[in-house]
Nanobody
Framework: QLQLVESGGGSVQAGGSLRLSCAAS????????MGWFRQAPGTEREGVAA????????YYGNSVKGRFTISLDKAQNTMYLQMNDLKPEDTAMYYC????????????????WGQGTQVTVSS
């Protein structure tokens, strides 16, 4: 059974940085694509970044392009999200997802989700 555990969230001032980690364990954790999503209270879940596990191609949401970087360490079965120049509007619960079943990687077409890690950015 595939399991995902996020870590690295916290509170930071605007302009600061955080690195989120998503440790995967279980059967075929690196199939197809993996991604990061976020959801703030009262809003829909938003695709932040995604990466193809085979070719390494990446996708980013428009609001984070140039500030966030997604990466994958296959040896450690861990995905990362480096977040720089954080803004108050980045405040949300961040979720990692794995084992996509098709479609655009920034859509929530994943079979497995982590529990989330909170990111809070103060102005």
């Amino acid at each position: 059974q595939l399991q995902l555990v996020e870590s690295g969230g916290g509170s930071v001032q605007a302009g600061g940085s955080l690195r989120l980690s998503c440790a995967a364990s279980g059967v075929a954790p690196m199939r197809n694509a993996m991604g990061w999503f976020r959801q703030a209270p009262g809003t829909e879940r938003e695709g932040v970044a995604a990466i193809w596990t085979a070719g390494g191609g990446t996708y980013y949401g428009n609001s984070v392009k140039g500030r966030f970087t997604i990466s994958l360490d296959k040896a450690q079965n861990t995905m990362y999200l480096q977040m720089n120049d954080l803004k108050p509007e980045d405040t949300a619960m961040y979720y990692c997802a794995a084992d996509s079943y098709g479609g655009y990687p920034l859509n929530a077409n994943y079979n497995c989700w982590g529990q989330g890690t909170q990111v809070t950015v103060s102005s």
